[in-house]
């Protein structure tokens, strides 16, 4: 009798222990599912002139669902666009600047290409004193996760690795609202440079995402930018910019 009650206990204990197991692996296989049922449901909020299409919207909206990215936003809300709030430098940091993250979409002029960029910190007086740290030996910016460029024509997100150059004192510069250049994500994409007074003034902005960005290989002898479809220099034919709402 008590052998069979041991039995009886043993295989109650086995059950049991399966149970429970079957039980966590259903709970954690739901768990995956649910993240994957969030990110095909996410659908980022927001209005422009350049994306319009479902398939465009979908895809702006995947940048924000990568693992690098630490939190979806809402929506976007429009802060500037060239054509309607005029293409001064200095009207486009009156509109965007200390507004928090910030998002781009822009129109080559040559190639019609649209692309893009995100700033997690946005731009302003004091972006990069509050925000980053530099190691002056490597001129390595640290802290720029959340910071890419993209190009809609061929589907591709290219993260922030660092700056090349090895001057750190060029991005703390860049971020804290520098007077020669509107939107700036270094080589990869800056609207305008050299100064510059327009945003869509000919051939003033550039993009060389070879250097500072995740590119395999990584070509640093890039001729044609991935992202304009031209050499280095193009001209804006419509910028918009967002404000990035959580």
Request: hydrophobic share 35%; net charge neutral.
């Amino acid at each position: 009798m008590a052998c069979c009650i041991v039995i009886a206990i043993i295989l109650f204990v086995g059950l049991l222990a399966s149970t429970i197991t079957l039980g966590v692996l259903y709970a954690n296989e739901k768990k995956n599912n649910s993240s994957q049922s969030d990110d095909s449901a996410y659908q980022l909020d927001f209005t422009s002139k350049l994306i319009t299409s479902d398939d465009g919207k979908a895809f702006i909206s995947s940048l924000f669902t990568t693992s690098e990215v630490s939190e979806k936003p809402t929506s976007l809300k429009l802060l500037y666009r060239g054509s309607e709030d005029g293409w001064a430098r200095s009207r486009y940091h009156q509109v965007v600047d200390n507004k928090g993250p910030i998002f781009s979409i822009v129109q080559v002029k040559e190639t019609l290409r649209i692309c893009g960029g995100f700033q997690k910190f946005g731009v302003g007086s004091n972006v990069a004193i509050n925000n980053f740290r530099s190691d002056p030996g490597r001129g390595i910016v640290k802290g720029i996760f959340e910071y890419f460029v993209y190009s809609l024509d061929s589907k591709q997100k290219f993260n922030y690795v660092n700056n090349f150059y090895g001057n750190s004192s060029y991005w703390f510069n860049a971020y804290a609202n520098d007077a020669g250049v509107g939107w700036d994500q270094g080589w990869g994409l800056a609207i305008p440079v050299g100064g510059a007074p327009n945003l869509n003034d000919y051939f003033s902005s550039a993009s060389y995402i070879g250097f500072g960005y995740n590119i395999n290989p990584q070509p640093n002898t890039e001729k044609t930018s991935i992202l304009t479809g031209v050499e280095y220099k193009f001209t804006v034919k419509e910028i918009e910019v967002f404000s990035v709402l959580y």
